[in-house]
Nanobody, 127 residues
Framework: QVQLVESGGGSVQAGGSLRLSCALS????????MGWFLQAPGNEREGVAG???????VFADSVKGRFTISKDNGKNILYLEMNSLKPGDTAMYYC?????????????????????WGKGTLVTISS
């Protein structure tokens, strides 16, 4: 059974940093697209950053230059390093995985393409 468990959310002031983690278990295939999505109250879930098994990365325009995505393959953990945080980054952040790495080949990262989801971790940025 595939499971994604997020951690690392919290409350920080604008300009600060956070690192989100997503622990993956139960997935034994070599190919994947893993990504982070955010959802603010009243809004749809939108892609933030994705990393494919082929090394491709995609980022939302709003986070380019501020966020980085990486994966520790030994520990099976996906990270989202978030810097220069803004109040507009406030949202629930979800980790997701798709079987097909093509979903990480082009922007935007699409929620409809994901096969598995975590339960989310809350990020709150105060001004």
């Amino acid at each position: 059974q595939v499971q994604l468990v997020e951690s690392g959310g919290g409350s920080v002031q604008a300009g600060g940093s956070l690192r989100l983690s997503c622990a993956l278990s139960g997935y034994t295939y070599s190919y994947f697209c893993m990504g982070w999505f955010l959802q603010a109250p009243g809004n749809e879930r939108e892609g933030v950053a994705g990393l494919g098994s082929d090394g491709n990365t995609v980022f939302a325009d709003s986070v380019k230059g501020r966020f980085t995505i990486s994966k520790d393959n030994g520990k099976n953990i996906l990270y989202l390093e978030m810097n220069s945080l803004k109040p507009g980054d406030t949202a629930m952040y979800y980790c997701a995985l798709a079987w097909n790495p093509v979903y990480c080949a082009a922007e935007p990262l699409l929620a409809d393409g994901m096969d598995y989801w975590g339960k989310g971790t809350l990020v709150t940025i105060s001004s």
